[in-house]
């Protein structure tokens, strides 16, 4: 009998074409053997070229759905993704703020890689003042983080500037993501109140790369919960994500930017 997996409780939008969202937080999840649970905050209509459609779910059933896997199941970590509206923001704030959202991180999912704008422009304040206070980590990539400080970020430097002016927010730790620099490798940095962490990946050449963000920020929610340290968490991470996109790096689905191989090295043998 295998033992009990651990709960995590994403509350993120869906995406249609499977690749980044709730979808790729799920199978994130279940590739290191975490029981997700989930609270839908929008349906979006995209696919690998675009977002073509979103419907925003009422902040009231945002609500209703965390506050039902709240009352069964104990949640040892929460991943946020996109949030879309202040009012959603406001209500994971209230419950955060109360110690019911454990080791939260959050993605500030502010635009879907294709351009298209996820996040209304009074929600970043929110994000800022109400929910980043009580984040174990955020995890801004260079166009978000660039947003939220108000300068653009073009060099690795830069980053570091962004985590510690972000940290003056009240997060614990933030992880500033520089997949959009350019360079034969991938780096990402940590600032964690006390220390810099560096993380370097070699740059996989692949279009295949939707999702990225969602599947880092739900892989260290999973290595939080069961117990590792923040900066062995986001290490690991880094790592699965790197597996996915070389795993995935020849792959033709759909006609824009791809997903990633959420299962790279955990197949069982014929899967």
């Not at 959050?106 to 890689?113: C, E, H, K, T």
């Not at 996040?119 to 800022?128: F, G, N, T």
């Not at 073009?154 to 350019?182: C, P």
Request: hydrophobic residues 45%; negative net charge; glycine residues 12%.
């Amino acid at each position: 009998m295998s033992p009990t997996p651990p709960v995590v409780l994403v509350i993120a939008g869906s995406d249609s074409g499977g690749g980044a969202g709730v979808q790729a937080d799920v199978r994130t999840l279940a590739a290191h053997g975490v029981f997700p649970t989930t609270a839908l905050t929008a349906l979006t209509a995209q696919n690998t070229a675009g977002v073509e459609s979103v419907f925003v779910v009422p902040a009231e059933v945002v609500a209703a759905q965390i506050d039902a896997v709240l009352g069964d199941f104990t949640v040892r970590a929460t991943k946020t993704g996109m949030l879309a509206t202040a009012g959603i923001v406001e209500v994971l704030a209230a419950r955060a703020a109360t110690g019911a959202l454990p080791s939260l991180v959050v993605d500030p999912v502010m635009v879907a890689s294709s351009g298209d704008r996820l996040l209304e422009p009074e929600a970043e304040r929110a994000y800022v003042e109400r929910l980043f206070p009580h984040a174990a980590v955020i995890t801004p990539n260079l166009r978000e983080a660039a947003v939220l400080v108000g300068a653009p970020l073009a060099t690795e430097d830069d980053m570091v500037h962004a985590a510690r002016e972000l940290a003056g927010s009240g997060a614990a730790a933030v992880l500033v993501k520089g997949g959009h620099l350019s360079g034969e490798e991938s780096v990402d940095v940590l600032w964690d109140g006390q220390r810099l962490h560096r993380f370097v990946s070699p740059r996989v050449p692949t279009a295949n790369v939707h999702g990225t963000g969602c599947s880092l920020a739900s892989a260290i929610a999973a290595g939080l919960c069961r117990g590792d340290e923040l900066a062995t968490a986001v290490e690991a991470a880094k790592r699965y994500v790197h597996r996915g996109l070389l795993a995935a790096a020849g792959w033709t689905l759909g006609r824009g930017h791809g997903p990633i191989d959420h299962f790279a090295g955990t197949r069982l043998p014929g899967g």
